[in-house]
Nanobody
Framework: VQLVESGGGSVQAGGSLRLSCAIFGYSNSRYCLGWFRQVPGKEREGVAGIGSDGSSAYADSVKGRFTISKENAKNTLYLQMNSLKPEGTAMYYC????????????????????WGQGTQGNVSS
């Protein structure tokens, strides 16, 4: 199983980025998927999670601004990030679980079995 993120970059505050995560060797239609982010010196934190049925959940800090989605036919996960803030500067990672289909407990790193290498997002003020 391999996860490959893309779409990171540099934007000004208020701008948007759309991250993609191509998934190989795994069916994203069956299991929980998630997006996480991490800055140096801090723990990795959950941003959004999506279940096999398409139901989703978000961290309070991004609700109303970020949207997680997936395209099963392309085995691809997305994260649309709007109204970005400087505190959104981080390395963003996608993750895939093998043990559950729903997005319950999606913020726990232990739920996930596979991780991508990350894509950097920078938001300037």
């Amino acid at each position: 199983v391999q996860l490959v993120e893309s779409g990171g970059g540099s934007v000004q505050a208020g701008g948007s980025l759309r991250l993609s995560c191509a998934i190989f060797g795994y069916s994203n239609s069956r299991y929980c998927l998630g997006w996480f982010r991490q800055v140096p010196g801090k723990e990795r934190e959950g941003v959004a999670g999506i279940g096999s049925d398409g139901s989703s959940a978000y961290a309070d800090s991004v609700k109303g601004r970020f949207t997680i989605s997936k395209e099963n036919a392309k085995n691809t996960l997305y994260l649309q990030m709007n109204s970005l803030k400087p505190e959104g500067t981080a390395m963003y990672y996608c993750a895939a679980a093998m043990g559950q289909s729903g997005h319950g407990n999606w913020q726990s790193l232990r739920v996930y079995d596979f991780w991508g290498q990350g894509t950097q997002g920078n938001v300037s003020s």
